[in-house]
């Protein structure tokens, strides 16, 4: 029966290796249509009122499922009781009988992991079942002394201490008072000096959700909520219920201080010693350790984080025949650690990565290329974005263009933001309905638009690209402390310097040139160099790289730099922005790194922004300002040809570049204002069909062909209007 389940999901998500034929393309079949969170917002749900919009969902608006999401303090019935089982089981039932499928929202409101407590009802269900397993927060207690005298204080009884240090104030040095402590009371005769004497202490947080960084506490509310529905309807998981979404998790709650009891046990068996030396580090600068400090502080919280619930729910979906999605809250902060802790890694157990586009000043589309990438790191295909929430009745250039520029970075399932049962109490507009006279008349149209992408992008076909970006959240985790200055709602610590969302913007938006961010953990662990360059050597999304971008960095590991150092003695091209390393992340190592950027780039090249050359072909550069002619400039190889190039003078499309059972596709996006008329350059000869994704047209093309440096390349002359796009697929 599993193995008869895990087939049809793989039918529902995944495309064959074959390419589609054009008469599916032109009417997609209903497995490729968008799915919208349906909204049970705020009044009662009826088996009426079922049965009455399912049906316009499907024949009206062109949906080919729905997530279910309970809203609103006044939904009936109450979430979880038998009746609403009942109810949810009905909407199961009539999703069966149309041919639609669900994915499971595991909350009731939102963020997940309190069972209604916010957005919704206001009981906490977690809580009220599992009062030890809800949020904890890291309290530092601190007193100030001077030498000579003798400290004697009892240790804090509010939590779970986690350490005692005293460090000088002046000097940095710090000593562990563990054993200082007698019959719960600190003794310690006080050194010349002025000193901070800090107890470190593990609290009860009032927030009523979940503790995110527990495996346990996650496995908790999996039994609250997920095995609460298989236990009722298991006939319809893998079937009908084909995945489970999660929604806006995060550690700005608690004072942007989440924390765990077993942290340190955690710690001593990765590391084999005791944390308590570099607490203080999580509040100040301790010295030159500093920076390795942090990391092994804040590298290790996001380890956990990433292995609690996402890892859980995704286990557990798999074992039920289901995939697991789900998206973080806030996003679309620069520097994660006090919000996602990482967000790339956030996403390494996960089945689906997503993020969340929604109204407000809130910049995702900055970050779609880090979810997307993090799929592609630990070698997943599928990417999910909640989007249009809360954007208002935005027009249908608005709806298409969002939709291209997240199709064009990775993004391959658009949920779209929302349907409501109750169409006239709707909190977050747009209302995505046949009811909405804005809509009604273009929305079907517009699921077959999103149908038609997903039918070419939605599936386990590799991603490909010339080149990587290394995610800097080394230098990120090594400069964050918690309380900073900006709050915990934006993330408390702005870096200096830090210049990768810029740079991604700058390759994908204006320059034409697609990448892939890499985490240091995957360059290290599953990247080699060898003759043709950085090889990512997953099994589904593997690439090989040419050229290593490496964004502004005070901070990065010995192991990755030696890497990259081989990279560039192998002929491979590296570009270094704004700030070159001078920190390690391994504690006493920093001059390691300064050898070995030494060997890198020797100083007297750095600040004339002057190529350190090899003669394997390898090439060195420093962009001080990484502007866009800088960036070109410097990316570009005269002996070697990117997979996609556009002419210069003319502004480029956003694209993706995939490949299927060695069949080339690329999509293309014109979010330029004007219309694009010009001829592209795609690396090989080799022919395409153009296939129009908003007509379902396919035409045939004949490319001219050139040679530029080493390579023949295809000369595929486009036009594409604002707003459009078109793919292209290669033919035998």
């Known amino acids: 029966m599993r193995t008869f389940r895990l087939s049809l999901l793989c039918l529902f998500f995944c495309v064959t290796a074959v390419a589609q034929e054009p008469s599916e393309f032109k009417t997609p079949p209903t497995k490729f249509r968008p799915d919208p969170l349906w909204f049970w917002n705020n009044t009662d749900i009826t088996k009426e009122g079922i049965d009455a919009q399912m049906p316009g969902f499907l024949e009206k608006c062109g949906y080919g499922g729905l997530a279910i999401l309970p809203f609103g303090p006044n939904l009936t019935p109450k ?76 240790v804090s009884k509010t939590g ?75 006939e319809f998981f893998g079937t009908t219920i084909t995945s489970t979404f999660f929604d806006e998790p995060t550690l700005y709650r608690a004072q942007a201080r989440c ?85 790339m890694k956030c996403f390494k157990y996960q089945d689906v990565p997503g993020i969340d586009k929604i109204g407000g000043d809130r910049p995702a589309e900055k970050f779609y290329k880090i979810v997307s990438s993090a799929a592609y790191n630990w070698d997943h295909s599928l990417v999910m974005s909640e989007t249009y929430g809360a954007m208002g009745n935005i027009p249908w250039d608005t709806l298409y263009n969002v939709a291209m520029d997240q199709y064009s970075k990775g993004i391959n399932m658009l949920i779209p933001h929302a349907v409501w049962f109750n169409d006239r109490d709707v909190t977050f507009e747009p209302e995505l309905s046949h009811r909405n006279r804005l809509y009604n008349q273009g929305l079907y149209e517009f699921n077959t638009f999103l149908a038609r992408l997903n039918m070419l992008l939605r599936n386990d076909d590799r991603f490909v690209t010339d080149v990587a970006m290394l995610y800097p959240i080394e230098t990120m985790q090594g400069e964050h402390y918690f309380d900073g200055p900006l709050g915990a709602y934006a993330g408390g610590v702005k870096i200096p310097d830090m210049d990768y969302v810029q740079i991604s913007q700058r390759l994908t938006n204006e320059l034409g040139r697609d990448f892939q961010f890499l985490h240091p953990e995957v360059l290290q662990d599953a990247c080699r160099v060898d003759k043709n360059g950085l090889t990512l050597a997953n099994t589904k999304q593997y690439n090989t790289f040419r050229t290593l971008i490496v964004p502004s960095s005070k901070t990065i590991s010995v192991a990755n730099l030696a890497k990259i150092l081989t990279f560039f003695e192998a002929g491979g091209q590296v570009i270094f922005t704004t700030q070159l390393p001078v920190k390690s992340t391994e504690p006493n190592a920093d001059a390691q790194v300064v050898a070995l950027m030494d060997k890198l ?35 570009a190889r005269p002996s070697e040809t990117f997979d996609v190039e556009f002419p210069e003078g003319i502004v480029p499309m956003r694209y993706i570049h995939k490949e299927r059972a060695g069949k080339d596709i690329y999509y293309f996006a014109n979010l330029n204002g004007k219309a694009f008329d010009s001829a592209v350059a795609l690396r090989g000869k080799k022919r395409y069909e153009l296939w129009n994704p908003h007509t379902g047209e396919v035409t045939a093309l004949q490319p001219e062909y050139a040679k530029k440096g080493k390579d023949r390349v295809s000369l595929v002359r486009l036009r594409v209007e604002p707003s459009q796009s078109v793919f292209l697929v290669e033919t035998k």
Request: proline share 6%.
């Open 79 to 154: 979430y979880l009781t038998e009746e609403y089982f009942e109810r949810y089981k009905y909407a199961v039932e009539k999703a069966a009988e149309l041919g639609l499928t669900l994915s499971l929202y595991d909350e009731y409101g939102f963020p997940s992991g309190s069972g209604g407590a916010i957005n919704a009802d206001g009981v906490p269900r977690f809580r009220n079942r599992f009062p030890n397993l809800t949020m904890k927060r890291l309290d530092k207690i601190e007193e100030e002394t001077r030498g000579g005298a003798t400290y004697v204080s009892p």
């Open 160 to 234: 779970q201490l986690m350490a005692a240090v005293a460090m000088n104030a002046d000097t940095k040095e710090r000593i562990d008072l563990s054993g200082n402590i007698t019959e719960e009371t600190i003794v310690w005769k006080v050194p010349e000096g002025n000193w901070k004497i800090m107890q470190f202490v593990c609290v009860a947080d009032d927030d009523p959700n979940m503790d995110y960084l527990s495996e346990e506490a996650a496995k908790a509310y999996i039994s609250m909520t997920h095995e609460a529905y298989y236990k009722r309807m298991p």
């Open 259 to 343: 924390w765990t009891p077993t942290f340190n046990e955690t710690y001593i068996k990765k590391y084999g010693s005791s944390p308590a030396l570099y607490y203080p580090a999580l509040w100040y600068d301790i010295g030159p350790e500093t920076q390795a400090a942090r990391n092994a502080l804040f590298g290790l919280r996001a380890e956990l984080y990433a292995a609690a619930y996402p890892k859980a729910v995704s286990e557990w979906s798999k074992a039920h025949g289901i995939v697991a999605t789900g998206h973080q809250d806030n996003e679309e902060i620069e520097n994660p650690v006090g919000t996602s802790a990482d967000l």
């Open 601 to 635: 780039l020797p100083e007297k090249l750095r600040s004339s922004g002057e190529p350190h050359t090899n003669p394997a072909g390898g090439r060195v550069v420093f962009l001080a300002k990484p502007g866009a002619d800088a960036l070109r400039n410097a990316l």
